[in-house]
């Protein structure tokens, strides 16, 4: 199916300011239908959760409808959807609730392709409980994750593989379901950090295998709030730390104080958006899950039909080093600019209207085994739906210009 990308970016007022942006791994645009669903709320009579007065029963709709959302997004129940103010901060949440099950001695598994959120709060609190930590490797040469390591990292201790579907630094998406297996099979559970590739493609929760699997909606068009979502039962079994008199049931006993309900409107605006990118016609009558799944691929190959233009082309101009990574991958891509400083190579492509970070985006162990830490890691450019040819013609010839 063609990609209408005219209809696409027309819903996201902000590229009227005319950017190139390249940055939606740190952060997307929001679309137009988030943005006003949260502005809809703001300027509405919504209260606190209160099945007493209309106002207060909003709250509890709007809540209920964001989880469908996010379950239809990613394949997962409604009730088994947590919310929470970052991917961070509910990564913490999961880690300190597991951590209060496990035992010294017990291990836990996790990888230096991550996102320092899906590694740090785990060795914190294994530290804590006396437990073990094994990493598994990123072949630098590839940028590879391998599945068979985790053959000798799982073992019959290890009670939780913590795991990308796909890394924010290179774009590499690891055989998430293989690993899952190779855990499940040891009775270990995963955790696996979707915020990289929920926007990139369709998800299945269920087919990754992942027990917890946690996504930021200000990655793929809505707000700044996150979601975890694991099957209710899984939460069920889970007692994390929480006030007397707040909710005891599933899902909410994990949701700390009053939730922000706007930014949940937006969650179910973006969701929304995403079900639409596809064309609103040939898809009449599909539930929202389809339509999103429909979608989702349809973006994904226009996403990896630009990306190839990118890599391409900055791979023919002298000078300019990417860092490697599989075909099995997010229309991401790292790289450095000769001897320039990945921060002045982004500082230059910005003052072009051009938006790129430069850094290590919190992928802390992958640029510290790269050796490319301490001196600056890399320029990183991400493909979203709302690309186009152009931004990348743009940011071409930028970078040939100020090598
Ligand atoms: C792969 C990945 N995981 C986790 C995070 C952290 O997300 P949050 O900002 O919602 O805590 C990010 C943010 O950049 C990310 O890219």
Redesign the pocket.
């Known amino acids: 199916m063609p990609f209408d990308i005219a209809r696409v970016r027309a819903q996201y007022p902000a590229l009227r300011e005319g950017y190139a942006h390249f940055d939606g791994?740190?952060g997307t645009l929001v679309a137009a239908g988030s943005a006003e669903a949260i502005n809809e709320v703001l300027r509405s009579a919504v209260g606190n959760k209160s099945t007493a007065f209309a106002a207060g029963r909003r709250a509890y709709g709007i809540v209920e409808e964001a989880r469908s959302a996010v379950a239809d997004l990613v394949g997962g129940a409604a009730t088994g959807v947590v919310f929470g103010q970052?991917?961070?901060?509910l990564t913490y949440l999961v880690a300190r609730t597991l951590a209060g099950t496990w035992r010294p001695g017990d291990e836990i598994v996790v990888s230096r392709l991550?996102?320092d959120?899906?590694v740090r709060p785990w060795v914190q609190v294994a530290a804590r409980a006396g437990v073990i930590v094994r990493w598994a490797e990123v072949d630098l040469g590839t940028g590879v994750l391998a599945t068979e390591q985790y053959r000798q990292l799982v073992g019959p201790a290890t009670r939780l593989v913590a795991v990308?579907a796909?890394?924010?630094a290179i774009g590499s998406r690891p055989a998430v379901a293989a690993i899952a297996a190779i855990a499940h099979e040891a009775g270990a559970l995963t955790y696996v950090?979707g915020?990289?590739a929920t926007p990139h493609g369709p998800t299945d929760v269920a087919a990754l295998g992942a027990d917890f699997y946690v996504t930021?909606a200000?990655?793929w068009s809505g707000p700044h709030i996150?979601a975890c979502v694991a099957d209710p039962d899984r939460w069920a079994q889970l007692q994390p730390e929480k006030l007397v008199p707040s909710p005891d049931a599933v899902p909410d006993r994990f949701e700390h104080g009053t939730q922000s309900f706007e930014l949940l409107a937006g969650v179910t605006g973006a969701v929304d958006h995403l079900a639409g990118l596809a064309g609103p016609v040939s898809l009449d009558g599909a539930s929202r899950r389809s339509r999103l799944l429909e979608s989702l691929a349809a973006a994904q190959a226009y996403e990896m039909s630009l990306f190839s233009v990118l890599v391409e082309g900055l791979a023919a101009i002298d000078g300019v080093e990417l860092c490697p990574a599989p075909a099995q991958r997010c229309p991401t891509v790292a790289f450095r600019v000769g001897g320039q400083e990945p921060v002045r190579t982004a500082e230059l492509l910005g003052d072009d209207g051009i938006c790129v970070f430069a850094g290590d985006?919190?992928a802390a162990e992958y640029f510290a085994a790269a050796g490319l830490r301490d001196s600056g890691g890399a320029v990183r450019a991400g493909i979203y739906h709302y690309t186009t040819e152009e931004d990348v013609a743009r940011l071409l010839d930028a970078v040939k210009r100020w090598r």
């Open positions: 791994p740190a970052s991917a961070t901060a991550d996102h959120a899906n990308t796909a890394s924010n950090d915020v990289h930021s200000y990655k996150a985006y919190y």
